[in-house]
Structures are given as structure tokens and as C-alpha cells.
């Protein structure tokens, strides 16, 4: 069983926002923070956001989520939909184990207090995405400008909260990039992978498969007095149905009455790449799509991620546009390298269709391709 405390705001010396959340689990109580760089008048101190991280642990393992905090009703009756999309065992028998009361939904600051007249239009909240620079979030940006106000940064997920350097240059980007299309930045920092990495039994926390989806709407959770909706870039098209962090057919379910999540982009990473190729070349000042980054390296340009993504760049004829790349060697020889190293570990994960529409788009005659 997992017990959630109420949640406690604090301001530091720069009147950054800074909420610390806490649970007991184990007969041990952790805590962790989520700050936002900026100063929050009506932060949301509900836990609905922490309830999400356990939703996938209860799932598996048939754990009891358990607060004296009431949770927002529409929030509690979507969670327990996503056990249709989870594999069953006799630990999950009945679903979702929640032991939680459910509040009276109020108004939130910036909607509308009129019943009569209360729909999207009078709601003064505004929509944000989530975005780290990479593939995915440009894609999203540049498809739902209009509709996206605000991009949020967490430190602590794709970067170590620890590497204060290669932070200091993604920020600088960041600024960069928000400036050059013309959209606010709140950059949050939260040492919550941190303390869940010390965890013993990671029951579904496992970051990737089940667990970073719920760690982007628990830091979101804390902002929605002032957004009503969140763009989640996705990592893979709708036809795929795999468990993973961020999916399709799950996101929506962490959504409340008071604000809702939108997962966006449905095309895999070539058909982004050739969108914003199409669309605006800006993006290419600013890529970052590197999760190693040896030596804090901005882009190693030798995983298989930063491979993954310049193979169809230079096919597009944009490699010299593409200054955070090296593209200073054979990219597709050393792709198909690594591609056979992890087919034979049986390690390439959900991405394995894209990594297929890679080969079969730019490498069709390949013995790999046609194996694949």
C-alpha cells in the first residue's frame, strides 16, 4: 500500500515556487520536490499527480493507492479505465485498488463562475507542452502552434538534476529557441526520478515502459490554476499499441475535469523529420535528441537515437543545417551496426518500428531491412 500526504508549498529566496510532495510506502515515508523557476500565486496542491506515478504499481502488483486528500471525481473515474490497457494477473483481479475520497469540483482561477455560460471559450487558461528540444516536441510545437501558449522544461527527466553543465547549455537553448518562436518558457526542476531510482521494488516504475508519463503530469498537476490543457508529444504512432510511458490510448486518462491531457502527433520520426524539413528549418538550430551524452556531449551523433535522426536529415539534403550533429562519419554503416547489436540482444524496445521505417525508407535493399 502507498499512503499520499497532503502536498506543502514553500517560496525560496528568489520566490521560485517549490511544492513538496510526500508518500509512505513500506513503512517508509519519501519526499521529493518540484520546483518551478518562477513565482506561483495558486499553485494546485491537489495529488492527483502523485496518484498518477502509483497508478502503473497498483496495476501490476495490485497495490493499494490510499490518501485522506480528496481527488477531483472525473480524475478518479478515468484512472481506473486504463486496467483494460494493462496485462491481468491475479494481483490486479477488480482493477485499480483505490482508497481515496472524492471532492466537490470547484472552479479553478480563469474559469468562468457562470453555469450558464460556462464552456472552452470562457476558460482564461491557457495550453502547454511539454518540450526538450528534440524531434518530438518540435513537431508538436509546429503543428499546434496556435493552440500552445507555453513550453514546459523538467530538469531531472532526460538530464541527471545532477549535471548542472550540460543543463546550463540545453537552457541557453532553450531561451534560444523559445525566442524564436515567439512562446513563453517555464523551466521546472524535480529530483522525483532521483528518489524513485532508490526505491527497492520498481514495480512500475520502470522509466521508459510504464513511468515517465506519470512523472510528466505530476509536475504539470501543480499548474493547471493557470493551463487547462497539456500537449504530449508522442514517441510512436496510434497503431501502436505497446505499453509505454506516454501512449495514445492512455494519456487521456490521467485528464480531470479541470484540465485535459492531448496526445499529439500521429506519424512516426521520419514523416516529423520531413515535416518540419517541409515546414521550418529553424528547428534544426536547436535539436537535441541524445539521452548518453557522453562528456555532456549535446548530441553524441553516435547512438542510436542521434543515428536514428540524422540518417533522414542528410537524405533530405538539410546535414549542414544541422549544426548540434557530427556528421563526419558514415551514418548509415554505423546505424546498421548498432541496429544488429541490439537485434541481437533483443533490445530494441517500442522503437523497433521506427527503426524499421528508417531501414526500409532510406536502406530498402539491405539484408537487415529485408530480415526485419
Not at 509512505?24 to 520536490?33: E, G, L, P, Q
Not at 484540465?259 to 520531413?274: A, L, Q
Not at 542528410?314 to 548540434?324: D, M, Q, V
Amino acid at each position: 500500500m502507498v499512503f499520499i500526504f497532503k502536498p506543502v508549498v514553500n517560496y525560496d529566496i528568489d520566490k521560485h515556487t517549490i511544492i513538496k510532495y510526500s508518500f509512505r510506502m513500506n513503512k517508509k515515508i519519501y519526499s521529493f520536490y518540484v520546483k518551478y523557476f518562477q513565482y506561483l500565486e495558486n499553485p494546485y496542491l491537489g495529488i492527483e499527480g502523485v496518484v498518477s506515478l502509483f497508478v502503473p504499481r497498483s496495476l501490476l502488483k495490485g497495490a493499494i493507492i490510499k490518501s485522506n486528500v480528496p481527488v477531483d471525481y472525473e480524475f478518479y473515474q478515468n484512472i481506473k479505465k486504463i486496467y483494460n490497457f494493462y496485462p491481468k494477473n491475479k494481483k490486479n483481479k477488480g482493477g485499480l485498488r483505490l482508497n481515496l475520497p472524492i471532492k466537490q469540483n470547484e472552479k479553478l482561477d480563469g474559469e468562468n463562475n457562470n453555469d450558464d455560460n460556462n464552456d472552452d471559450n470562457n476558460d482564461k487558461r491557457q495550453a502547454m507542452t511539454t518540450f526538450t528540444l528534440g524531434v518530438d516536441s518540435f513537431y508538436t510545437l509546429i503543428k499546434e502552434y496556435d493552440q500552445i501558449d507555453t513550453l514546459l522544461y523538467i530538469d531531472g527527466f532526460d538530464i541527471d538534476i545532477q549535471k548542472k553543465q550540460l543543463f546550463n547549455v540545453v537552457k541557453n537553448k532553450l531561451i534560444e529557441a523559445g525566442n524564436d518562436y515567439n512562446k513563453k518558457i517555464i523551466f521546472s526542476e524535480t529530483n522525483l526520478r532521483n528518489i524513485f531510482n532508490k526505491i527497492k521494488d520498481k514495480t512500475g516504475f520502470a522509466w521508459g515502459k510504464y513511468f515517465h508519463g506519470p512523472a510528466i503530469f505530476c509536475v504539470f498537476y501543480g499548474l493547471i490554476n493557470n493551463y487547462k490543457s497539456l500537449y504530449i508529444p508522442s514517441s510512436v504512432a496510434s497503431s501502436e499499441k505497446q505499453l509505454w510511458g506516454t501512449a495514445w490510448h492512455i494519456d487521456n486518462f490521467y485528464s480531470s475535469s479541470n484540465f485535459n491531457i492531448i496526445h499529439n502527433g500521429d506519424v512516426n520520426r521520419v514523416e516529423k523529420i520531413k515535416f518540419l524539413i517541409e515546414n521550418d528549418n529553424k528547428f534544426l538550430d536547436h535539436l537535441r535528441v541524445c539521452f548518453l551524452n557522453p562528456k555532456d556531449a549535446y548530441n553524441c551523433s553516435r547512438c542510436e537515437k542521434c543515428l536514428r535522426t540524422m540518417i533522414p536529415i542528410k537524405e533530405y539534403g538539410k546535414a549542414s543545417l544541422a549544426k548540434t550533429f557530427d556528421f563526419n562519419i558514415d551514418i548509415g554503416q554505423k546505424y546498421i551496426e548498432i541496429i544488429k547489436i541490439a537485434e541481437k540482444q533483443k533490445n530494441l524496445t517500442i522503437h523497433v518500428n521506427n527503426v524499421k521505417y528508417v531501414l526500409k525508407t532510406f536502406y530498402p535493399d539491405h539484408e537487415l531491412t529485408k530480415r526485419l
